[in-house]
């Protein structure tokens, strides 16, 4: 049967379409890595990662899980891998865990955070890591909107779910806007994320903070009301961590 290998993996997910591996040439970070493994290891293993992210967002901790028939020394992958791998992908650790263990479905907590470069048009400086927002935010206001969305809630207007028919209530256990200087950082801690959630909440807490939206649109929001929602854009995202 193998090892079952569990991989922390940092990308930066600007020339990618995300992490999903798709028909064609498509550059996706799972393909890249799966081409890597059967360069070494002359496996094509089925991978499965905590998230799926979009094309464009970045990883520090993407967690990835997959069975090994090789017997390939599992100290020496992460040096063996990144070796195959071109800049932008790194495996930080490697080690083997348990056959139960799943890298989405044993995970109980994942973080994501978005940031933001307020009162600028268009700036140049890691312009691929945060949304240029002009004018005035109102970051109380934007955290007052942060902590409505704490809590088990049904989050259907942000996202839909990684599975066909599948639900789509979920719990957030915190929700951060951390400012310095003309840098925001929204930090968001919850128990799973429908696709394309994270960037859905960046862009309502950017909407209430310009003054656009009251409020109490957070409520319409959480009651399923989609209308005026748009998502932030995907390069000012990154996942942070996955706890298990």
């Not at 807490?205 to 995907?234: C, F, K, M, S």
């Amino acid at each position: 049967m193998g090892a079952n290998i569990k991989l922390v993996v940092e990308y930066e997910g600007t020339r990618f379409h995300g992490w999903q591996a798709q028909s064609g040439s498509t550059a996706t970070v799972e393909r890249t890595l799966v081409t890597a493994l059967e360069q070494l290891t002359g496996e094509s293993p089925v991978l499965i990662a905590a998230g799926r992210t979009d094309a464009g967002v970045h990883a520090l901790g993407q967690c990835v899980n997959f069975h090994l028939d090789s017997g390939f020394p599992v100290a020496e992958l992460p040096g063996a891998l990144n070796s195959r791998l071109g800049p932008d992908v790194v495996v930080r650790s490697a080690e083997i865990v348990a056959d139960s263990f799943h890298a989405r479905y044993s995970a109980r907590l994942r973080r994501y955070a978005y940031r933001i470069r307020r009162a600028i048009r268009r700036g140049a400086y890691e312009r691929q890591y945060a949304w240029s927002v002009p004018g005035r935010l109102d970051v109380s206001a934007m955290r007052d909107a942060g902590k409505r969305l704490e809590g088990r809630h049904d989050f259907r207007a942000f996202g839909r779910s990684p599975r066909p028919g599948g639900h789509t209530v979920r719990e957030i256990r915190q929700v951060s806007v951390e400012e310095n200087g003309e840098w925001l950082t929204i930090a968001v801690a919850a128990d799973a994320f429908l696709y394309g959630m994270m960037r859905r909440i960046a862009g309502a807490l950017v909407e209430v903070g310009r003054g656009r939206r009251p409020l109490d649109w957070i409520d319409h929001l959480l009651a399923g009301n989609a209308t005026g929602l748009r998502p932030a854009p995907p390069f000012g995202l990154v996942q942070v961590a996955v706890d298990y």
